[in-house]
């Protein structure tokens, strides 16, 4: 395994940073916020404040809001979600301190949508047993959240932003962290500091169907692995049971909020049958891994390649105002409702696994921390709990930065130079090889690693994937396309070597012999 995806052997000019932040979706954005204001941040992305799962997140986020509900039951319900690997000191964590980060966004003017009486509106998902999820403009609490962040960061003076720059790798020395090298247009910049929070996301465009955006390929997650922090839980990949069903070759697909089941959606298959009854206590609101499978298992007695979503329980009325992006979205598809089912199908939509923390966001490797959908923290376990997800950015996101303002070490010095070298390679491989490996690793691990696998069928995958390796380990590599193929084939092989390593079925990792 190469230790650095950069291939370079000279004095650099350094950027000096307190703290460097990589990702602005919800975790990168709020961990900016709480970071001292005296201290000077980098905030480093490929894309822009628009392109993050956490944009694009619908259902909203889960916390303890009503006098109905309590911490017990909500710590309870995540702990069931994830099927007995959940870390039970997290859980407790994510749980008790959700209230008061939402009480955060509210005094931060994040647009929770309220009834008439001025009180926040209070949604279920599956798996909750209470309605606990609060959201924003219906079905837009993501969008709406990492706005409200984006706009509030752009102002603050100690935030300096990096759109359109590629995370390349990290630096480190014998104290642990002390910088990152990033790629702007045709010019590598080192960002020397000795606090790096990972925050980039998860990994779902290592598969064909996903709902994540184009960049999500784990390129955090890979750059913390070469730099030798442990992942763990990479196995653990979850598939959102209703995306909408597509016949062309989308690069994401839309997800129908698991919320649209909350608040009275059935599912059918094309006989009209409601297939979850009995299937599990909660129905159509059962975790996301047992309605998934039931889904693929009906298809496949079915012979059908989709599933449909029955909403006419609801009025047109109430549909349009309480999930207008879906409302929308259908209805530019042809898709009239209530009158008519939504065809929906599984694919994958999140990450339970990553770069392994502790509840403060500290990682093996001194000065490395990370949140989000790139962290193990531990509260989601072998299946995520609905609406866990943007919570977890917010808790752990906050606790690394406050773990950062009083414990903060620094690498300022006169010497705004620095030597980087790498091992040298003289193999420049076509275009056509990264284009043709893209392709190759969504196949192998959609066929072979999905949400129903065969030890055998997963053998078959790490083989293909280490045949791709072995040819990009010894090439040359410089652009941002090849780094993202490169990391990509890197993720990949992490999640089926832990696949072929957990032996029993549990949760999203589920084995059929």
Same mark, same amino acid.
């Given at each position: 395994m190469r230790r650095y995806l950069f291939s370079i052997n000279e004095e650099m000019n350094v950027y000096d940073f307190d703290v460097v932040i990589i990702g602005s979706g919800v975790g990168g954005l709020y961990s900016a916020l709480h970071i001292d204001s005296g201290l000077q941040v980098a905030v480093v992305t490929k894309a822009n404040l628009d392109e993050s799962n956490s944009y694009l997140a619908q259902g909203g986020i889960a916390a303890v809001m009503s006098p109905e509900d309590n911490y017990i039951n909500h710590i309870e319900d995540t702990l069931m979600a994830g099927a007995g690997l959940c870390d039970p000191e997290a859980v407790k964590t994510l749980v008790e301190e959700g209230p008061e980060n939402i009480k955060t966004l509210i005094d931060m003017k994040v647009p929770f949508d309220v009834n008439p009486e001025g009180d926040l509106q209070i949604t279920r998902e599956g798996g909750?047993?209470?309605?606990?999820?609060?959201?924003?403009?219906?079905?837009?609490?993501?969008?709406?959240?990492?706005?409200?962040?984006?706009? *509030?960061?752009?102002?603050?003076?100690?935030?300096?932003?990096?759109?359109? =720059?590629?995370?390349?790798? $990290?630096?480190?020395?014998?104290?642990? $962290?002390?910088? /990152?090298?990033?790629? /702007?247009? !045709?010019?590598?910049?080192?960002?020397?500091? @000795?606090?790096?929070? $990972?925050?980039?996301?998860?990994?779902?465009? $290592?598969?064909?169907? =996903?709902?994540?955006?184009?960049? &999500? /390929?784990?390129?955090? *997650?890979?750059?913390?692995?070469?730099?030798?922090?442990?992942?763990?839980?990479?196995?653990?990949?979850?598939?959102?049971?209703?995306?909408?069903?597509?016949?062309?070759? #989308?690069?994401?697909?839309?997800?129908?909020?698991?919320?649209?089941?909350?608040?009275?959606g059935i599912l059918r298959n094309s006989r009209g049958e409601a297939f979850m009854a009995g299937k599990h206590e909660l129905a159509d609101l059962a975790p996301r891994d047992i309605v998934t499978r039931c889904i693929l298992s009906?298809? +496949?007695?079915?012979?059908?390649? %989709?599933?449909?979503? #029955? /909403?006419?329980?609801?009025?047109?009325?109430?549909?349009?105002?309480?999930?207008? =992006?879906?409302?929308?979205?259908?209805?530019?598809?042809?898709?009239?409702?209530?009158? !008519?089912? *939504?065809?929906?199908?599984? &694919?994958?939509?999140?990450?339970?696994?990553?770069?392994?923390?502790?509840?403060?966001?500290? =990682? %093996?490797? +001194?000065?490395?921390?990370?949140?989000?959908?790139?962290?193990?923290?531990?509260?989601?376990?072998?299946? @995520?709990?609905?609406? %866990?997800?943007?919570?977890?950015?917010?808790?752990?996101?906050?606790?690394?930065?406050?773990?950062?303002?009083?414990?903060?070490?620094?690498?300022?010095?006169?010497?705004?130079k620095i030597i980087l070298k790498s091992d040298y390679f003289d193999n420049r491989l076509p275009s056509e090889f990264f284009v043709n490996a893209e392709k190759r690793v969504k196949s192998l691990m959609s066929e072979y690693v999905g949400a129903i696998r065969r030890s055998d069928e997963m053998q078959i995958a790490l083989e293909g994937i280490d045949q791709l390796l072995e040819i990009a380990d010894s090439a040359e590599l410089i652009l941002p396309y090849e780094f993202k193929i490169y990391n990509m084939m890197q993720v990949a092989k992490k999640v089926v070597e832990a696949a072929l390593a957990r032996r029993e079925c549990i949760g999203a990792h589920y084995i059929v012999q």
């Open positions: 909750h047993r209470m309605r606990r999820i609060v959201h924003c403009g219906g079905d837009a609490t993501g969008k709406e959240t990492t706005i409200v962040l984006g706009n *509030i960061a752009l102002k603050k003076e100690n935030l300096h932003f990096f759109f359109e =720059t590629f995370f390349v790798d $990290i630096l480190t020395d014998d104290d642990g $962290i002390c910088g /990152v090298v990033v790629k /702007v247009g !045709d010019d590598y910049r080192v960002l020397r500091t @000795r606090n790096v929070i $990972i925050a980039t996301g998860g990994l779902g465009q $290592i598969y064909e169907k =996903t709902s994540n955006p184009l960049g &999500a /390929v784990g390129d955090g *997650i890979a750059a913390a692995y070469r730099a030798s922090a442990v992942l763990e839980d990479m196995e653990m990949v979850q598939f959102h049971p209703t995306m909408l069903a597509s016949d062309g070759k #989308d690069s994401r697909l839309f997800l129908i909020s698991e919320a649209v089941r909350g608040e009275g009906d298809m +496949k007695k079915t012979g059908d390649t %989709n599933v449909f979503l #029955d /909403v006419s329980s609801m009025t047109t009325e109430f549909f349009s105002k309480r999930f207008p =992006t879906i409302y929308e979205e259908c209805l530019s598809k042809g898709i009239r409702l209530t009158e !008519d089912l *939504i065809p929906v199908v599984p &694919a994958q939509h999140y990450f339970m696994g990553g770069i392994k923390t502790d509840r403060d966001g500290r =990682t %093996n490797i +001194k000065g490395l921390f990370s949140c989000g959908e790139a962290a193990r923290t531990g509260i989601h376990g072998a299946n @995520r709990l609905a609406s %866990n997800s943007l919570l977890e950015c917010l808790v752990f996101g906050r606790r690394a930065a406050r773990y950062i303002n009083k414990n903060i070490v620094t690498s300022y010095t006169d010497n705004k």
